[in-house]
């Protein structure tokens, strides 16, 4: 809870907030400071609310990544997908709904027919029971758009990023699987494969959900601003604040780091092979 809380103070609307709070409680005695900061707020909000602003921030994150077909994806030994890309059926929804990331889901769908890896991993994390669970109902979903069950692997404990890694490190070691396909955002992808790196994992990204997309020409919309783009901001701003925390943590390393920004696997990761028959071995589950 509390590293949910803490991003949401120093994000642009809770900053803002904060700093309009300020300008209320200064304005009678205080009022040169009160000033500052009202306008202050007033320019973070309309500085990250800009599409020009927002798209650079995501296309920073983005770039790093860019946009792959599944028939030119590397085998492996399995694919891990990461949450985020559901709407669960809470009330008054009957069912689990895409979200904005459920992009996700269809990339998995694709490397899997595309035969890249004979295993799916679901890094999705648990929930409430089966109904409002990312899990299960990722699962439900991949099985209806037909990967069948016994390819599927859960990791239901996970919470965050950070746990996605160490959960899933733990299940592929206990499968001796080498090499993994990681399936998350465009924008996702650093921070994850840092964590990834952390944990010793052979993984080859597969980046899925590119937000940002080359337009040419001046847009007068581009500068105007709109919550939809200060969402993007924060976004964009939560994964870099989320790298730097694990920096300073020792969570990970430089080396993580830098090698998550080139996509990089570990050093001592073994090649990437060529595509082969795959099958599936038994799995502990």
Not at 71 to 83: E, F, K, M, Q, R
Not at 148 to 176: F, G, H, K, M, W
Not at 197 to 206: K, S, T
Not at 233 to 245: I, K, T, V
Request: aromatic share 6%; hydrophobic share 45%.
């Amino acid at each position: 809870m509390v590293s949910d809380l803490l991003p949401r103070l120093v994000l642009p609307l809770g900053l803002a907030l904060q700093l309009l709070v300020l300008c209320m409680v200064l304005w009678s005695r205080h009022r040169r400071f009160a000033k500052t900061a009202g306008v202050t707020a007033f320019v973070i909000l309309w500085v990250f609310s800009l599409p020009r602003v927002s798209h650079a921030l995501i296309a920073s994150l983005e770039q790093r990544y860019p946009s792959v077909g599944a028939a030119d994806a590397p085998c492996a030994d399995a694919i891990v997908l990461l949450g985020g890309g559901l709407q669960l059926p809470y009330p008054p929804r009957t069912d689990v709904q895409l979200g904005p990331g459920a992009d996700r889901l269809l990339a998995t769908v694709r490397l899997w027919k595309a035969g890249k890896a004979p295993v799916v991993l679901l890094s999705t994390g648990g929930g409430i029971d089966s109904v409002l669970s990312e899990t299960d109902q990722s699962a439900r979903l991949l099985n209806e758009w037909g990967i069948p069950e016994d390819v599927l692997v859960y990791e239901r404990t996970s919470t965050n990023t950070d746990e996605n890694a160490q959960e899933t490190a733990l299940i592929l070691q206990q499968n001796e699987i080498n090499t993994v396909l990681l399936v998350t955002s465009a924008s996702h992808m650093t921070r994850a494969m840092a964590l990834f790196r952390a944990e010793g994992i052979a993984a080859l990204p597969f980046p899925a959900d590119h937000w940002v997309v080359d337009r040419s020409g001046f847009d007068l919309r581009e500068w105007i601003p709109d919550a939809i783009n200060l969402s993007g901001s924060s976004r964009a701003l939560r994964e870099y604040l989320g790298m730097a925390h694990y920096l300073i943590t020792g969570r990970i390393s430089l080396d993580d780091l830098s090698g998550a920004l080139a996509g990089e696997m570990a050093a001592h990761d073994p090649p990437t092979r060529q595509c082969e028959k795959l099958t599936v071995a038994p799995l502990k589950r």
